[in-house]
């Protein structure tokens, strides 16, 4: 393909050298004069492994080289690729100023072409910017409307400084924020020969995906620090503990608890943050992402409280109370303490759990109900059905499959609030609200 790559830092000149050695004709526009004059050498404007020896071949071979004027290579290619940069501006938010710049170039550049062009966003933008701020300046540029001729994609650019030639050849995945079938294919021709998971998804998810794995990178670094920091005042090896750690794949490094869904509570999470965060306090070591998890979690409950004020004082149902399903406990449930959220708030509320049925419960969560919770056992509801019906917003933790299967049959019309992302409950006739989706 004909590639014209807008940005020549690090993810143009990477991307330009790389694309290059696939097969494809690159010409890098940037606004450096010296960065074009260092590609048109064949020296790579950026230290990084690999990257020298790439760009001297490309640019050898006549598949790489950089001019300045936009509109000339707007219009030998098939696609432009803009990968500018997208700094912090002063009230924290990113300064668009030149990705824009660009997709106003790109668009007046293609006034009086007639050839089909695809335009990829591969800089770092808020989500929604594409299919909105992009989209619009990309239209009123170009005097046409998108999805015929021109069309409008986001691709993130997932590379490592450092390794990023490794990183391009091998992509945890290629993500393709399509808004168009047209768009799609051509990028992924663009990354014919890399192998990866090819995603198709729309601009919004794409762009939220490049900042969703920046932030948790971030944590992730934060988290390894902070909790050694802790670890080491109680003379623990800190990197083998970390170590270890990270060797669990099932629970630890894996997708598990990465669903959005309720707090979380029961007998260990919380009271194991707060041990940590103890230790932290006795070693006068600064903890703030452990007490920030605990109001983050906190935040969360607060979301949902507030989510079912904004219907108005109407009966409610909670469907589960004890923290997790196929559990009778109780300790520390996020839903026991949604359950006297609500009943503070003078909501009428049934709740439906079979598991803390009072005449069954036995020993700790017997001592709980009593102790804690001893209004909760006039609360439960004996049918699941009769207590659908009576109520007019359903909350939905976690239930059994035939309780389940009273909110699938009389759920209809009745406000439902799904705690648990429980893709069933989509689709049955309620008018269906999630817990953050
Ligand atoms: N660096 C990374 O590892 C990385 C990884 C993934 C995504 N990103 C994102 O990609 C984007 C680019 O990052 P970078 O590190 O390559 O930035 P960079 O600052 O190294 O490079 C940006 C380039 O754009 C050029 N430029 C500015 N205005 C221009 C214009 N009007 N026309 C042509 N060129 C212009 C600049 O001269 C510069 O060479 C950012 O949004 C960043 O967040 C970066």
């Not at 309720?262 to 932290?280: H, T």
């Not at 001592?367 to 001893?374: D, G, S």
């Amino acid at each position: 393909m004909k590639v014209a790559i807008f940005g020549l830092g690090y993810v143009g000149a990477v991307s330009g050298a790389c694309f290059a050695e696939l097969g494809h004709e690159v010409v890098g526009v940037d606004v450096s004069e010296s960065k074009i004059a260092m590609i048109n050498r064949g020296e790579a404007p950026i230290v990084e492994e690999m990257i020298a020896e790439l760009t001297a071949d490309a640019v050898r071979l006549g598949r790489f080289r950089a001019i300045k004027d936009a509109a000339s290579a707007v219009r030998e290619a098939d696609i432009s690729l803009v990968s500018v940069g997208t700094p912090t501006g002063a009230d924290g938010t990113p300064d668009l100023t030149y990705v824009d710049g660009v997709v106003r170039e790109i668009g007046s550049s293609l006034r009086g072409t007639s050839a089909r062009h695809v335009v990829v966003i591969r800089s770092t933008v808020p989500p929604g910017t594409t299919q909105r701020r992009i989209a619009d300046a990309l239209e009123e540029a170009s005097g046409e409307k998108l999805g015929a001729r021109i069309h409008l994609a986001f691709n993130p650019e997932f590379l490592r400084e450092g390794r990023s030639v490794k990183d391009f050849r091998q992509p945890p995945f290629t993500i393709i924020g399509a808004m168009s079938d047209y768009s799609f294919e051509a990028v992924a021709e663009l990354y014919r020969g890399v192998e990866s998971e090819v995603i198709r998804t729309d601009p919004s998810t794409a762009e939220s995906i490049k900042l969703l794995s920046n932030a948790w990178h971030g944590l992730k670094v934060a988290f390894a620090n902070e909790a050694a920091r802790i670890l080491k005042s109680t003379d623990v090896d800190t990197r083998k503990a970390l170590d270890v750690f990270a060797r669990d794949k099932i629970l630890n490094i894996s997708p598990a608890y990465l669903r959005p869904g309720f707090s979380f509570g029961g007998s260990c999470l919380p009271k194991d943050l707060r041990a940590m965060v103890s230790l932290a306090d006795k070693a006068q070591v600064a903890a703030p992402i452990m007490r920030a998890t605990l109001a983050s979690n906190t935040s969360h409950l607060d979301a949902v409280v507030e989510l079912v004020r904004s219907f108005g004082r109407r009966p409610v149902v909670l469907f589960g109370l004890a923290f997790k399903s196929g559990t009778d406990d109780m300790r520390e449930s996020p839903f026991v303490a949604l359950a006297e959220r609500l009943i503070g708030k003078g909501y009428r509320l049934r709740i439906v759990d079979p598991f803390v049925d009072a005449s069954r419960l036995m020993g700790k969560n017997k001592e709980f109900i009593e102790r804690e919770i001893p209004h909760f056992v006039d609360l439960i509801a004996r049918d699941a059905e009769d207590a659908v019906d009576e109520a007019e917003i359903v909350i939905f933790g976690h239930a059994t499959a035939v309780d389940k299967g009273a909110i699938l049959e009389r759920g209809v019309g009745k406000i439902l609030i799904d705690l648990a992302g429980d893709r069933d409950l989509e689709f049955c006739g309620a008018d269906y609200r999630g817990a953050a989706w």
